[in-house]
């Protein structure tokens, strides 16, 4: 963009209490182990030995919208704009070859 964006994230690691505690997934990315791992789920062989992990984050002072058409260009794994809480979530090693929009 040509200029610097500051960033506020909003979610990354979660205790899986926590994040149990909040009606998410045990799949959920926020908690971070590495894939193949059998701590809280089964995950895929394209996932086998990568760290998975998971951010929540909006730009500061910036159209969110403009900035999530630009940053799933080139975001890999599971990208998404959540509209009805305003935030990105980016989860670049997981199994999930789209960008979505919720």
Not at 1 to 29: A, M, Q, W
Not at 37 to 60: M, N, R, W
Not at 72 to 95: L, R, V
Request: charged share 25%; hydrophobic share 30%; glycine share 8%.
């Amino acid at each position: 963009f040509g200029e610097v964006i500051p960033i506020r994230i909003t979610s990354g690691y979660r205790e899986l209490s926590y994040n149990r505690s909040i009606e998410s997934s045990d799949r959920s990315y926020h908690i971070w182990r590495m894939g193949g791992s059998t701590s809280h789920a089964d995950d895929s062989q394209a996932e086998y030995g990568k760290p998975l992990f998971a951010i929540d984050f909006y730009p500061v002072n910036f159209d969110i919208k403009r900035f999530f058409e630009w940053y799933k260009q080139w975001a890999g794994g599971e990208c998404y704009y959540h509209s009805g809480k305003h935030f990105i979530h980016t989860a670049p090693n997981a199994d999930y070859k789209q960008p979505w929009e919720v």
